[in-house]
Every structure is written in structure tokens, then in C-alpha cells.
């Protein structure tokens, strides 16, 4: 049995996916982000999103976290800090942070890594998560749904081509709604509301 490889990414009603569009964080969905990091216990980022998050969540080497931080920002920072981080690119030499370095074959490297124990792989960011849903490697997306219109910014899962059944339907206070959805085995019936 292989470990569930999940994407979670927030965005924008127009299919944004860009750190910087969107609600600013707040408790509520700190806590969330928080909890979804606890399902899994290996974090699978590209470049970009690797260094985007070691900037943010790395805890700094004087081991005080920065006074930007509230409580719900330092819990989260506390799960994602000492977890395992496996990182896909093909310019970086080497990575730090809990972290391992696959380049080459990406997609094989990702199955292999599906094979191995553990509760489950927490995949992030834009580009890599679309090789992995063309090759049929993600078992669940949460997209936590932003009421914001960026009109830039990458795009959510651009040409891939998927069917996706809602599982889970959550609103925050903020107005931004997590929905969680898995991929419809083509094999399986549909069912058509007959």
C-alpha cells in the first residue's frame, strides 16, 4: 500500500495561486494550515515553494522565532520546521533544512517515494504539482478558496485534466472556504443522480 500523496494550496477565486494574493493569515486558518501539516510527515516542494517556505519557516539560528510571529504563526512554524523535506529541481546542488534533493525523473522519484512508510506526503506549490496530477499521483487536493480576485499570478493546475469529487466543505470566519476533493477512478461507476 502506498502513502497518500495530497495537495494543498491556497488561491484565488480565478485560479490564482500566488503567496501574495488573497486574505492575510489569520488564526483560524493558521490553525488549519497547522492540522494539515500533521497528516503527513513529508513535505514534497519544487524550488521555488521550498525556498519560499525555508524563508519564511526556518527557525532562525539564534532558535528564537521573529517577533513578526503570533502564536498560531510560531505552532505552525513548530510542526513544518523539523519535518522531512523532499525537494524536486533541477539547479540547486544541494538542500538543507530537514531536507533531500531529487532531480531527473521526477515523477519515478515520486512513486518510489509514495512506496515508502509514513502517513502520508504533503505536496505544495505550482509547477510540480502538475507533472503529478498528469501522471496520476495525487490522491487528494484542498484548496483553500481565497473571496479575492487576483487577475494575475500563476494558475491553479493549468492543463491538467481531472475529474474531482467534493469530500470535504469547510467556511472560515474570513469568508474563505476549504474544499477538499479526490480523483474520480474512471473505473469506478459514476453517480449520474439517476
Request: with cysteine; glycine share 10%.
Amino acid at each position: 500500500m502506498t502513502q497518500p500523496l495530497r495537495y494543498a494550496i491556497n488561491v484565488t477565486l480565478d485560479g490564482c495561486c500566488s503567496h501574495e494574493e488573497g486574505l492575510p493569515p489569520d488564526d483560524e486558518s493558521v490553525a488549519f494550515w497547522t492540522d494539515e501539516l500533521r497528516r503527513s510527515d513529508t513535505l514534497l516542494y519544487g524550488r521555488v515553494t521550498y525556498e519560499l517556505m525555508e524563508g519564511a519557516w526556518r527557525r532562525p539560528e539564534s532558535g528564537e522565532w521573529p517577533d513578526w510571529m503570533d502564536d498560531s504563526e510560531v505552532a505552525f512554524a513548530e510542526v513544518m520546521d523539523p519535518m522531512r523535506k523532499v525537494v524536486t529541481s533541477g539547479t540547486l546542488d544541494a538542500v538543507d533544512w530537514n531536507a533531500e534533493l531529487i532531480s531527473g525523473d521526477v515523477v519515478n522519484a515520486v512513486r518510489r517515494l509514495k512506496e515508502q512508510a509514513g502517513r502520508g506526503i504533503s505536496l505544495g506549490g505550482v509547477r510540480l504539482p502538475v507533472a503529478l496530477a498528469a501522471a496520476g499521483l495525487i490522491d487528494e487536493y484542498t484548496f483553500v478558496v481565497h473571496p479575492v480576485i487576483a487577475g494575475r499570478g500563476p494558475r491553479l493546475l493549468e492543463g491538467v485534466d481531472d475529474t474531482l469529487e467534493l469530500v470535504e466543505r469547510r467556511e472560515f470566519r474570513s469568508g474563505t472556504i476549504m474544499q477538499r476533493y479526490r480523483p474520480v477512478d474512471a473505473a469506478a461507476p459514476r453517480n449520474t443522480g439517476g
